[in-house]
């Protein structure tokens, strides 16, 4: 097995098999409400990101509550997120752009999206991907990781990485393919530690042939 495709959709198979139902870890109900939640995300894990919104939400959840909510009410909301002032900023521009621009609903397409005060082109994908079942390679810390540890690009930059990804997995499964590589990223193929000894798809990793003498 030689061609990268065929690689890529080898790793996928086997990333299955281990992490069988990858779903997006973030609570929400509604498009809206991942949008916030996706916003929270940044430099912040999903668990946290939970009690803030558990809290947030039930008080709060419409563009309209968050268009018209006071700045500092909502920093004291989301403060343990971290860059609670971004954040903030960002979910109050966002909301009344939607307001303004959109007619109260949140847009469907990636380029729609990304007009969105705050709103960048990971945040875009996974909303589009996972709120309104399109197929999206968000890259995240952990696909970023991955795709290079693997070998499929040598890149710290997410566009390229997503370039990349996108030209190798087939487009029917780009969203599966960043869900499992989200999951592979956080529990086995961690920052510091990587479970090596325990992936599935070493035989195809540079990182792991490099450490083995494999390479
Ligand atoms: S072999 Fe190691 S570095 Fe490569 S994907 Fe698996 S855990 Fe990550």
New binding site residues.
């Given amino acids: 097995m030689n061609g990268k495709k065929e690689v890529a959709g080898e790793i996928l198979d086997r990333l299955k098999l281990i992490h069988p139902a990858p779903v997006c870890e973030l609570d929400f109900r509604t498009p809206f409400e991942l949008l916030v939640a996706v916003i929270l995300s940044a430099q912040c894990t999903d668990k946290r990101v939970n009690e803030v919104t558990k809290t947030l939400f039930a008080k709060y959840d419409t563009p309209e509550d968050f268009a018209n909510i006071d700045v500092h009410e909502l920093e004291r909301l989301i403060f343990s997120c971290g860059f609670y002032k971004n954040k903030a900023a960002n979910i109050i521009k966002a909301s009344t752009d939607i307001l303004v621009r959109f007619g109260g609903r949140v847009p469907s397409t990636v380029d729609e999206l990304t007009t969105l005060a705050g709103v960048g082109r990971k945040t875009a994908n996974v909303v589009y991907a996972v709120a309104f079942g399109g197929q999206a390679m968000a890259v995240d810390t952990h696909v970023l990781r991955?795709a290079n540890?693997?070998g499929f690009v040598k890149s710290d930059k997410p566009e390229v990485v997503e370039k990349a990804l996108t030209a190798v997995f087939p487009e029917d499964r780009w969203t599966e393919a960043h869900h499992l590589l989200i999951h592979?990223g956080r529990y086995?193929?961690k920052a510091r530690n990587?479970?090596?000894n325990k992936?599935t798809?070493?035989e195809y990793?540079d990182?792991?042939g490099s450490i083995s003498g494999r390479g």
Avoid: A, N, S, W
């Fill in positions: 991955l540890r693997i592979h086995v193929c990587p479970e090596c992936c798809i070493c990793c990182y792991y």
